[in-house]
Every structure is written in C-alpha cells, then in structure tokens.
C-alpha cells in the first residue's frame, strides 16, 4: 500500500464520519472524533513497533494497511543486516583460528592503535600478555624505538627489520597491512636463523678473501719479478708470463673488492662516523683522476655546501666506483661530469658519461655482484662486477639510495641520493 492510498483512507474516513455526523446535526464533533481515533490507532501501532523493536528477531506483530508493510520492510532489512553480520564475523572467526596456529606473530589493531585481537606467537615474539593487553595501545607494549618509528610512520611499502638485543640477539621483520575501515594487521616473524645463516656467509667470504691474498701476493710478487728481469726466461714465457700476472693482479683487486664490501656490509662497521665535506671529496677525486686519466676532461660542478654524516672512506669509494665506471665506459675524449647539489630535501651526487649506455632490462640487476651487461665489455675494461655493489652497500649504510638513469649509445647518470637537503 502507498502512502496516498493510507493517506486516502483517513480521508476517506474522516468524510465518512464528518457525512453521519452532519446527518444527526454534529459535523464537526464528528470529525474531531475521527481524528482522535487515526491518533489513537497510530499511537497503539507505534508502541507495537517499539516493542517489537527491542527483540527484532521476532517477526513482526500483525497489523494491516502500510503499517504492514512499513513493518515487513522492516524486518526484511533487518535479517539481512543480521545475515551479514554473521558472516562477516564468521569470516573474521575463521581468519582468526587460521592466525592462531601460524607460526608468525598475528596482530589485529584497530584505526587508534588499540590491540583488537593477537595470536600465541605474537605474544612470545611482542611479548604481549593475554588478555590483558586487548585493548591496549600497540606502542605502548612494544618498546623498540624503531618498531614505534614504523608503525606510526604509516608507510608500510616496505617490512621493518629489527633487533632486541640480549645474549642471543633476536631479529625481528615486521610487515603491516591496512584492512576495514583504518584498521592494520601486523605480521611478525622472528628470522634470527636466516640473519645468522647471512652473517656466516659473509664471515665465510670475508674469511677465504682475507686467507687468498697473502699466497696470492707471493705469486704475483714472484711473476712481476719474472716479467721485468728480461733475460732468457722471459724470451722463452714471456707470454704466457704477463699473462699469469695480469691475472694474478685482477685476482687481488677482486680481493679487494670483497674484503671492502664485506667490510661495508657488517655490523660491526667502524663507527666512523664524521661530517663529511663532499666538495673536498670531491675534488680529492678528480685530481686521482687526473693522475690515472690524464688529458680526460673531468667536470666539477659544486652546487651545495651541506655535509653528509657518515664514513669518509665508504663515501669515496662509491664516488670513485662511479667515476671509474663513467670513464671506463665511455670514449676516451668524451666528458665525464660529477655535481653535487641539493633538491628538496635531497643531496644528491651525480655522475654523467656520454659513453654506451646500459639497456633498460639490466638496470634491476646492476647491483647485484658479479653481475655485468655482457663478458666482452667486461674483459676488455677489466672490472670485476662488484663495483655497483659496493656503491649499493655505501649509500645505504647513509641513508640514501641508488638511482640508474641509462640510455644506450647516449650514455648514462648514476645518482647517490642523501637524505637531508636544504
Ligand atoms: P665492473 O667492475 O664490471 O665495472 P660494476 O659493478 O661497477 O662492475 O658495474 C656492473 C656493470 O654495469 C658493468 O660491468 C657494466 O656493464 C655496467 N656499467 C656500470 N657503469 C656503467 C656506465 N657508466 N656505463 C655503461 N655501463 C656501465
């Protein structure tokens, strides 16, 4: 029934009466009498419906016209709200016993950092207490400064890594995830294992480079001397003599290398920490260069005077990988540009060839050791693929980040990105 028709029918009714009234002399006492009872009536379907409404699950009280139908409208509305309810917490129950028997921490937290609900491993891994801590706010429970840092951060593009330090250290990778309406859900996992198992292969590579380079000094020491004494010997091995010693000296810059990188990656790095003058940097550089590449024209361009906190060593040795590599992979009159300047609040190191380029597909890989664009460029510049590794390493260690900006046959910028600008 539409609202005209009930409309309709008080009308109707209220004529009806007003008519039989008028016939026995009392229209108008007739017509308030009508009134009174449309009133009445709806007032009595009103406290139905207000009855009803305290235990919805019921069916609705019978009545009739559109209080009917506003009541079976009603209801209908009403068991599909419950409908859904019920299913939404009977997905969140079976989300929830899946959470509990992962081996991974599992934390619900709703939009104000309140604890909604966490797993048995998140209470070992956060050391978060049941059922005390519901309700909680996270950060006030977890102490770790880093861990805070994060979550409040609200980026969460990349996991969180972090240590609690003790006799065993613990090393902990968080990853967040939004869900509902602001609500986060953490993962946390305890990967103590797979950083010690890091830690040994690095131990292991530091190791070996360390105990190859003091026999391979002695060769390469003895071949040199061979090379340069002359005589017979050298007429009959000369060849093959230079040869053993170009290699020998490959092998101990590849040494090298990987002592320095190993160095760079390990915790226990020199706390070296300083402010580091970049234009001095700088120019220390190019005038090395200009001593290994003389009549190269080396640009300068010094657009920032902010210095970088940080080791001054690691700092060059990236600078320098870059440079070298501009040079080496470029022609031999062709410019090599290094600025420094800041942008926003960036500083940033760029160093420019107009050599051959890199295609787009090996940029991803760049960074990664021993990986090089093609062997024969690789042979003919004698490099040993862990340059950009070391540069990698380096800005990282600062804070900063690598970017790669190539184009074959045009030639490419590498840029060294630091946090803190003007
Ligand atoms: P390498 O010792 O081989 O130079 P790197 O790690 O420094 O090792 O560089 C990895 C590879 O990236 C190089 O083998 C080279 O193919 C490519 N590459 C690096 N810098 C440049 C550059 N400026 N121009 C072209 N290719 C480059």
């Known amino acids: 029934m539409t609202w005209f028709a009930a409309a309709g029918r008080v009308l109707l009714f209220s004529a009806l009466c007003v008519f039989l009234g008028w016939l026995y002399g009392y229209p108008l006492q007739a017509l308030a009498l009508a009134l009174a009872y449309v009133v009445a009536f709806w007032l009595y379907q009103i406290h139905r419906v207000q009855r009803w409404l305290q235990d919805p699950d019921r069916p609705p009280p019978d009545t009739f016209g559109i209080w009917n139908e506003l009541l079976a409208r009603l209801y209908l509305h009403q068991r599909k709200n419950a409908e859904a309810r019920k299913q939404l917490q ?3 129950k079976y989300l929830q016993d899946s959470f509990a028997s992962m081996r991974d921490g599992v934390v619900m937290v709703d939009a104000q950092g309140a604890i909604k609900w966490f797993n048995q491993a998140a209470e070992s891994l956060l050391g978060l207490r049941y059922p005390g801590d519901t309700g909680q706010t996270l ?4 102490r770790a400064p880093e861990f805070n840092e994060y979550f409040l951060g609200g980026d969460y593009s990349r996991p969180l890594q972090y240590s609690l330090a003790g006799e065993r250290p613990i090393h902990l990778r968080v990853e967040i995830t939004h869900f509902g309406e602001g609500e986060r859900l953490l993962f946390v996992r305890d990967v103590s294992e797979s950083v010690r198992m890091e830690q040994i292969r690095r131990d292991f590579v530091a190791n070996v480079s360390h105990e190859l380079r003091t026999p391979l000094t002695v060769i390469s020491g003895y071949l040199s001397t061979f090379v340069a004494s002359g005589g017979e010997l050298t007429e009959r091995y000369g060849k093959p003599l230079r040869q053993m010693s170009q290699q020998a000296e490959r092998m101990e810059t590849l040494l090298k290398d990987l002592l320095w990188l190993s160095r760079i ?11 580091v003058d970049m234009t001095g940097l700088l120019q220390e550089l190019r005038e090395e260069l200009a001593g290994t590449y003389p009549g190269r024209p080396v640009e300068l361009e010094l657009d920032c005077t902010q210095k970088i906190l940080g080791d001054y060593r690691e700092l060059y040795s990236a600078v320098s990988n ?3 590599n501009a040079i080496k992979y470029s022609p031999d009159d062709s410019p090599v540009t290094i600025r420094w300047y800041s942008k926003g609040d960036k500083c940033i190191v760029e160093v420019e060839d107009r050599g051959i380029g890199i295609d787009s597909v090996h940029i991803p890989r760049l960074t990664e050791r021993f990986y090089r664009v093609d062997d024969s460029r690789n042979s ?21 980040e690598l970017r790669i900006d190539s184009e074959p046959s045009v030639g490419s910028t590498f840029a060294l990105i630091f946090p803190g600008g003007d």
């Open 380 to 400: 003919a510049t004698g490099g040993t693929g862990l340059g950009l590794a070391i540069v990698k390493h380096v800005v990282a260690a600062h804070g900063g």
């Open 265 to 275: 990656e390990s915790e226990q790095r020199a706390e070296a920490q300083e402010q």
């Open 139 to 142: 950060t006030n429970l977890v």
């Open 322 to 324: 870059l440079a070298h």
């Open 90 to 92: 009977g997905s969140v």
